[in-house]
């Protein structure tokens, strides 16, 4: 089973950026959807975005719309997530997943393979 590792996390001041990677163990012929979610303190994990198979589609959750970007590289079986103009609500610890099908994008029970988690934390 392909495995996933975050890396890129760390602390941040307010305005700042960070780019997460999550490099695959293999090339994964059944990945269809590779996507970050974040888990903050006492709340539930969330959608980050996602890009789907093809590259030509992507998804973002509100709060990263216009400040953060996913893409990926298919030579180095990583994708990453950009994400600018960080604020201290971004702060959590964020995870890399990936599954085999599309819809709905935004549903962590629906993910097959996750990584271990990376922290971010942005300072005011």
């Known amino acids: 089973q392909v495995q996933l590792e975050e890396s890129g996390g760390g602390l941040v001041q307010a305005g700042g950026s960070l780019r997460l990677s999550c490099a695959a163990s293999?090339?994964?012929?059944?990945?269809?959807?590779r996507s970050w979610f974040r888990q903050a303190p006492g709340k539930e994990r969330e959608f980050v975005a996602a890009?789907?198979?093809?590259?030509?589609?992507?998804h973002y959750s509100d709060s990263a719309k216009g400040r953060f970007t996913i893409s990926r590289d298919n030579a180095k079986n990583t994708f990453y997530l950009q994400m600018n103009n960080l604020k201290p609500e971004d702060s959590a610890v964020y995870y890399c997943?990936?599954?085999?099908?599309?819809?709905?994008?935004?549903?962590?029970?629906?993910?097959?393979?996750w990584g271990q988690g990376t922290q971010v934390t942005v300072s005011s």
């Open positions: 997943a990936v599954k085999d099908a599309r819809d709905p994008v935004d549903s962590p029970d629906m993910y097959d393979v």
């Open positions: 293999t090339r994964a012929s059944f990945i269809y959807t």
């Open positions: 890009i789907l198979w093809g590259d030509t589609i992507t």
